[in-house]
Nanobody, 124 residues
Framework: QVQLVESGGGLVQAGGSLRLSCVVS????????MGWFRQAPGKERKFVAA????????YYADSVKGRFTISRDNAKNTVYLQMNSLKPEDTAVYYC?????????????????WGQGTQVTVSS
């Protein structure tokens, strides 16, 4: 059973930073492609970032490019989302997700495993 547990959300002022963490249980974390999605109230869940198993720079939604960075530590079974220069429109519940099949995908249906989400609120 694979479980994903996010942490690191909270309330921050616009322009501030947060780092989200997602710890993944299981022995094969290094073989999972990981991604982050977010869902604002009353809106659909949207892609934020995905890592590249090959160690590249990752893939990002245009709205966060240059501000957010996805990274992973295979020794800790953890994926991170560093969020800088936060804006009120970044307010959402953030979910990490794991895919066994498609590295770097932006399509949520290609992720088999999901965390419970962590709230990020950015005040103006």
């Amino acid at each position: 059973q694979v479980q994903l547990v996010e942490s690191g959300g909270g309330l921050v002022q616009a322009g501030g930073s947060l780092r989200l963490s997602c710890v993944v249980s299981g022995r094969t974390f290094s073989s999972y492609a990981m991604g982050w999605f977010r869902q604002a109230p009353g809106k659909e869940r949207k892609f934020v970032a995905a890592d590249s198993l090959s160690g590249g720079s990752g893939y990002y939604a245009d709205s966060v490019k240059g501000r957010f960075t996805i990274s992973r530590d295979n020794a800790k079974n953890t994926v991170y989302l560093q969020m800088n220069s936060l804006k009120p429109e970044d307010t959402a519940v953030y979910y990490c997700a794991g895919s066994r099949t498609v590295p770097g995908t932006q399509r949520d249906y290609e992720y088999q495993y999901w965390g419970q989400g962590t709230q990020v609120t950015v005040s103006s």
